[in-house]
């Protein structure tokens, strides 16, 4: 698994064609960052306002940060973990997602970003040694 999700990551790296990124649920960690977000060098990124972008999920940050409390002190931590960091919102504020869209309007914003990004032509730069993951 990991060996293909390092090809995977190196060809999103390294492809020249638009690059739109919508996030639909949860995306967490590494894995959002290899899954074409805007550290990978994407054009545009999106989210739905149901979307969960942040570093890791409730229960294991509360297993983390506060691994000493009793079971409803962790229920009430998750609680305020989800309200204050798991939406797109604070995402869009930190650069993370250019936009957050209504679900409704997802194929026209597709659609329109591809119009504008199809004149596209990206020039990587040469890279005497360029190894795929084996």
């Not at 990978?40 to 306002?49: C, H, R, V």
Request: aromatic residues 8%; positive net charge.
């Amino acid at each position: 698994m990991i060996r293909y999700g390092a090809q995977m990551a190196f060809a999103y790296a390294r492809a020249r064609v638009p690059r739109v990124c919508v996030t639909l649920r949860k995306s967490y960690g590494g894995a959002y960052i290899v899954m074409d977000s805007k550290y990978m060098g994407n054009d545009l990124s999106i989210a739905w306002p149901s979307a969960e972008i942040a570093v890791m999920g409730a229960k294991g940050a509360v297993e983390i940060l506060h691994r000493r409390a009793s079971v409803e002190e962790r229920a009430e931590y998750e609680l305020a973990y989800e309200d204050r960091l798991l939406n797109p919102y604070i995402a869009a504020e930190r650069g993370s997602v250019d936009r957050v869209i209504d679900p409704a309007d997802t194929r026209a914003e597709v659609a329109r970003s591809l119009d504008i990004l199809a004149s596209k032509r990206e020039k990587l730069a040469r890279r005497r040694h360029d190894n795929t993951p084996l």
